[in-house]
């Protein structure tokens, strides 16, 4: 995992003056290696020792070697991406729309990369099983990770699987509570900590489901609910709010879950595909 994501990962498990330092590492990570310990410090509001914990909460014993490893790390990528412009640097107010557009596509390509390469195979062989056993397949998740569990959603029921979308956290709590004996839950969360998808894989857990989660935050409360989780790698810019870059990042992992399962039945995916399309192009004439 690259030290951003790292970063990203724990931000939601960090203390207040930790936080602050992982959010100006985040949106200028050339600081580190600008910086003395004593000058980042005094850059985040916060003290030395508070610094050197930053840096064993995200797995370095100390500030010069994050400071190593960053340097090396940015080396690389602007190595590696120099023709695309700056990758996976900020979008600020002064670029041109075509430099915004080019940061946003190298922030996303990251996020697909670094998604795949560091993908556990076992637990994705894992997470298709139990979707191929399941006699009904539940989705859940809210503002632009319900975009993403609906598009999975869509994807198994183009295919004649069993899968449900709740409309709203109260049905969403109500149909996890009563699951089949071979159900199958999947909450949706960047953070991990949307208290709502949270109750729902825990619901649908201590009912007897097979959970899964899809999330960026290994340490989180959706994680814990999840007997299956695969992680998202992603650096968001400082347009948080429409989660974009979380956004491609999980639909990646929705896309290689659909794969998994049509591979299981290829001619019954094939067949299934091509009767459905075939259904809807005669409704667009």
């Known amino acids: 995992m690259s030290i951003q994501s790292t970063i990203e990962a724990a931000a939601s498990t960090l203390t207040p003056s ?5 959010l100006v590492v985040r949106e200028n990570p050339s600081v580190v290696i600008d910086s003395t310990i004593n000058e980042l410090a005094a850059e985040c509001d916060t003290s030395v020792a ?13 500030y010069a070697p994050l400071r190593m490893a960053l340097a090396a790390e940015l ?14 640097s900020e979008i600020s107010e002064s670029d041109t729309l075509q430099e915004a557009v080019s940061k946003l596509a190298s922030l996303e390509l990251l996020a697909i990369e670094e998604t795949v390469a560091r993908l556990d195979f076992d637990v994705l062989e894992a997470a298709v099983d139990a979707i191929d056993r399941a006699e009904r397949i539940l989705l859940y998740g809210l503002g632009a990770s319900r975009f993403v569990a609906e598009d999975l959603s869509h994807k198994l029921l183009r295919v004649g699987r069993n899968a449900h979308m709740p409309a709203d956290p109260h049905e969403a709590v109500a149909v996890s509570a009563l699951p089949t004996a071979r159900t199958v839950a999947i909450g949706f969360s960047h953070s991990g900590s949307t208290i709502e998808t949270v109750r729902f ?6 009912s007897g489901a097979t959970t899964i989660a899809v999330t960026s935050a290994k340490d989180s409360a959706l994680t814990r609910a999840a007997d299956h989780a695969l992680f998202t790698e992603v650096r968001e810019s400082s347009f948080r709010a429409g989660a ?9 992992l929705v896309d290689c879950l659909f794969l998994g399962v049509a591979k299981r039945r290829y001619t019954e995916t094939v067949d299934a595909l091509q009767r459905t399309g075939q259904a809807t192009r005669e409704l667009r004439g």
Do not use: D, H, P, W
């Open 50 to 62: 508070s610094v050197v914990r930053f840096c064993r909460a995200i797995g370095f014993s100390g």
């Open 18 to 22: 930790l936080a602050r330092i992982a």
């Open 75 to 88: 080396g690389k990528e602007a190595a590696q991406f120099s023709a695309r412009g700056a990758y996976g």
């Open 244 to 252: 974009m870059v979380s956004r491609i990042a999980q639909l990646t």
């Open 201 to 206: 894989l825990e619901t649908a857990r201590a």
